[in-house]
């Protein structure tokens, strides 16, 4: 059956359920961001390093199962791992306002649950990432990623301001709950996509774990196009990272604002992120999606250092401003890169180049929470803010350098030793299969 044109993908039921269901989980997922740290900050008085602490347990799943994850959801049916982790998810979620209504919740108990979130969602982004090509096929990958960019990067603009207005009204704690039925939800969204996929592996087979994670590394470290992307996120994380483990705190000691200023600041990132979703297919096509990868992060990252230079009073809107830039930049680098690694792996190693990709360029993201916190005891919110803003700007190097030295070598991203002179009759890189 043919699709709207204006409709595209969502023309297709599975990929419509696949929509509803990261809408959803992704709402969840953005009252976390500003309401978790608030349980810590207002609710129970968290100093600065403690809050760097509690960004590092919720990031630290990467360094603790990243790796093998990948070799894992490789064995699995793609969906039941989202199902499985968003349930899982929504109910860790619920133990943070059942503790608080007993009068048991501690930063520990924060501690604890961050780090569980943490550690199932590795799980859910590898076998999300994975699942995509199975569900829309290799030729609507940038469609489908750009699709799920907006409705992300909507809920970017709706959850803060949504959170906000509940933490003031109900309190932190409390408005985890939110978070945790839009997760349920979301799992239940995913359950209900028809398409099957077939059994990833014989049950008879029982592979080596070292041996499947050693080949997804190899794989990816062999690829400079992979490669360069995955250290590019790197040094993005980690400084964005100690950004925004400074940025609530600066928002609600330096200028003065309560929960629902904040909010509406932080929609302004939504507003942005939106912008580069819908802007993300275009770009591609006319800059090129080599190119755009490092140009997102070269012209948006510098606009951040205008949240540092804020000060109480129109200053702020200035701040609000390069926040959306750098979540439209963001976006848009994004959607090309991930179109770029899923398009150049082929089906049975997507988990494993997903799990190592986020293993590498997600691995410094808890060592970024601890700088955050360190730094801003150390010298303050305002200057973590600036070496934040640095580090990002700095991160187009990699892909930048990678871009001016394969512009000659086959389109496929592999290099001359793996790619050139390899390909085939039909023109198709015979390492790779991607085109040459």
């Known amino acids: 059956m043919p699709r709207s044109p204006r409709l595209g993908l969502l023309d297709d039921p599975d990929f419509g359920r696949l929509f509803a269901a990261t809408a959803l989980g992704q709402l969840g997922d953005r009252i976390?961001?500003?309401?978790?740290?608030?349980?810590?900050?207002?609710?129970?008085?968290?100093?600065?390093?403690?809050?760097?602490?509690?960004?590092?347990?919720?990031?630290?799943?990467?360094?603790?199962?990243?790796?093998?994850a990948g070799a894992w959801v490789d064995r699995m049916r793609k969906r039941s791992?989202?199902?499985?982790?968003?349930?899982?998810?929504?109910?860790?979620?619920?133990?943070?306002?059942?503790?608080?209504?007993?009068?048991?919740?501690?930063?520990?108990?924060?501690?604890?649950?961050?780090?569980?979130?943490?550690?199932?969602?590795?799980?859910?982004?590898?076998?999300?990432?994975?699942?995509?090509p199975h569900l829309v096929g290799r030729g609507n990958l940038v469609e489908g990623n750009a699709k799920l960019s907006a409705?992300?990067?909507?809920?970017?603009?709706?959850?803060?301001?949504?959170?906000?207005?509940?933490?003031?009204?109900?309190?932190?704690?409390?408005?985890?709950?939110?978070?945790?039925a839009g997760m349920a939800v979301s799992g239940l969204f995913a359950a209900s996509i028809r398409r099957r996929e077939e059994n990833p592996r014989p049950?008879?087979?029982k592979p080596r774990l070292r041996t499947e994670?050693?080949?997804?590394?190899?794989?990816?470290?062999?690829?400079?196009?992979?490669?360069a992307v995955m250290f590019a996120d790197a040094m993005f994380n980690l400084s964005l990272v100690m950004y925004q483990t400074m940025l609530l705190?600066?928002?609600?000691r330096t200028m003065g604002l309560r929960p629902f200023g904040t909010g509406l600041v932080l929609s302004g990132m939504g507003c942005g992120a939106l912008l580069g979703a819908l802007a993300a297919g275009t770009l591609s096509r006319r800059i090129g999606q080599r190119p755009v990868i490092w140009l997102a992060t070269l012209v948006t990252c510098p606009l951040?250092?205008?949240?540092?230079?804020?000060?109480?009073?129109?200053?702020?809107?200035?701040?609000?401003v390069g926040l959306a830039a750098l979540s439209m930049g963001g976006v848009v680098r994004v959607v090309a890169q991930s179109s770029l690694q899923q398009s150049l792996t082929p089906d049975r190693l997507l988990g494993r180049m997903a799990a190592t990709a986020r293993f590498v360029s997600s691995g410094g993201v808890p060592l970024g929470g601890l700088m955050g916190g360190a730094s801003g005891s150390a010298f303050g919110a305002t200057a973590t803010l600036w070496i934040g803003a640095a580090g990002m700007s700095l991160s187009a190097l990699p892909t930048f350098l990678w871009w001016r030295t394969t512009r000659t070598r086959p389109s496929c991203g592999c290099s001359r030793r793996y790619g050139s002179g390899g390909g085939t009759r039909s023109g198709s890189c015979r390492v790779c299969g991607g085109r040459l």
């Open 151 to 180: 409705v992300r990067s909507a809920t970017g603009v709706g959850g803060p301001a949504v959170a906000g207005p509940l933490v003031g009204l109900v309190g932190a704690p409390a408005t985890l709950l939110a978070s945790s």
């Open 203 to 205: 049950t008879s087979e």
């Open 32 to 68: 976390i961001f500003l309401t978790l740290p608030l349980v810590a900050i207002a609710t129970l008085h968290a100093d600065e390093f403690q809050v760097g602490l509690l960004t590092a347990t919720t990031t630290a799943g990467s360094l603790l199962v990243g790796l093998p």
């Open 81 to 132: 791992v989202l199902v499985g982790t968003d349930l899982l998810r929504a109910a860790a979620l619920l133990t943070i306002p059942l503790a608080w209504w007993a009068d048991l919740l501690t930063v520990r108990l924060l501690y604890a649950v961050a780090l569980l979130h943490g550690v199932l969602t590795v799980f859910f982004d590898v076998a999300y990432v994975s699942y995509l």
């Open 304 to 320: 951040a250092v205008l949240m540092p230079l804020a000060r109480p009073g129109w200053t702020l809107y200035g701040g609000a």
């Open 249 to 252: 705190i600066f928002l609600e």
């Open 213 to 227: 994670i050693t080949e997804g590394l190899r794989f990816v470290l062999h690829r400079p196009a992979l490669r």
